[in-house]
């Protein structure tokens, strides 16, 4: 069955080749210190929230905090239909500071976040927009590093690092590890000019961006708006999307509670990806699923043929080598090395969530923000 090893290789080369070129990208991207001085540059801070009342106030503290002067930027709350203290901790907010503003979006035909982000762009100000979520804590040279990457790039859109809290247990530091495989694939694909993924927790883009192309969010599925921003900025111009590579200029949230949080988030994440269109997306998308499908195919019929093991393990081998790579360079520039006593396990485990997510994504309803989404028809 020499098929089996034909298949098996080729896929494993080819998807080796991919990491190993995102790997190049992240190394390409220079490590950036905001020098200090004061920008230029304003900033129109955007938060869509719904039901944040635990977090939301940690993150106004924040902004409060931010080296970057007061004057220069604002910040926007957008509440989607809450039901909890959030508006009120907003407005006693913008009492106090006038750069504070809030849009509570209480009719009944307004909802969900790519509206909530709509309506914070009608009132944004300035010519530089930053998003983030209302559980994030972002550091005190946040928005100044952005201003000063943006002054020293001119770039359309800027990516930035997402990372999690650490809260303990087995289940947390996989999804942290998981994470920084993500953001080496963000970094990495952007360093080589073919960006194929995003993060709204911390996403920064010209404001004019926003209205140079039909439908930026793709209103069609509810999910999915720094990644359809990105993919429509990325047809007017790929190479002008930069991802920051600085500790400034991250934003840490929590990782999902427990494994229903964590898995409805995924089956939300592979929801929306049915309405991609861009080769490079599809490509590495495509290649991940296959890759995963193939490896538990092969363990699976490893019970029964040696052959199948053999096949099993050099696939493996081709695909763990270059994810260990990748994870080495980027926990290390984070000081998260520690996490990957947890590659062997995560990289096992890997295959098969990824195989599972992805089928039930596609024909499964997922829950987010206390609602239930059905699956979405694609519309082109």
Known sequence: MEWIFIIALGTGIVYATTILLFLVGWLRN??????????????????????????????LKDLLGQSFPQNQFEVIVISDHSTDSTESI??????????????????PCTSGKKTAIEEGMKQARHDLVITTDGDCRVPENWLLSFA??????????????????????????????????????????????????????N??????????????????????DDMFLLLNTKILNSKHIRFIKSTDAAVFTQPP??????WEQRKRWVSKSRFYADPEVLFTGGLVFLISFLLLLLLAGSFFSLTFARAFILLFL????????????????????????????????????????????????YYWKGRKWKKEKRKF
Do not use: W
Not at 39 to 51: C, D, F, G, H, Y
Not at 257 to 262: H, L, Q, W
């Open 30 to 59: 220079r490590r950036f210190h905001p020098s200090g001085g004061i920008p230029e540059t304003k900033i129109s801070v955007l938060i869509p929230v719904r039901n944040e009342e635990k977090n939301l106030p940690k993150l």
């Open 90 to 107: 907003i407005a006693s907010c913008h009492k106090k500071h006038s750069n504070f503003r809030y849009i509570l979006m209480n009719e």
């Open 148 to 201: 000063e990457y943006y002054e020293k790039h001119n770039p359309v859109m800027i990516l930035g690092p997402v990372l999690f809290h650490n809260r303990g247990g087995f289940l947390s530091q996989m999804i942290q590890l998981e994470q920084f495989s993500l953001l080496g694939t963000t970094a990495g694909s952007c360093g080589v000019n073919m960006p194929v993924m995003s993060g709204g927790a």
């Open 203 to 224: 996403l920064a883009f010209k404001k004019r961006i926003f209205y140079e192309v039909s439908n930026p969010l793709y209103r069609q599925t509810p999910s999915g």
């Open 257 to 262: 509670a427990d494994f229903d949080t964590f």
């Open 318 to 365: 081709l695909k763990s080598i270059p994810d260990l790579l990748l994870l080495l360079s980027v926990t290390s520039f984070f000081k998260k090395k520690r996490l990957m006593l947890y590659f062997l396990p995560a990289e096992i485990l890997y295959f098969a969530y990824v195989t599972l997510a992805g089928l039930l994504g596609f024909f499964s309803p």
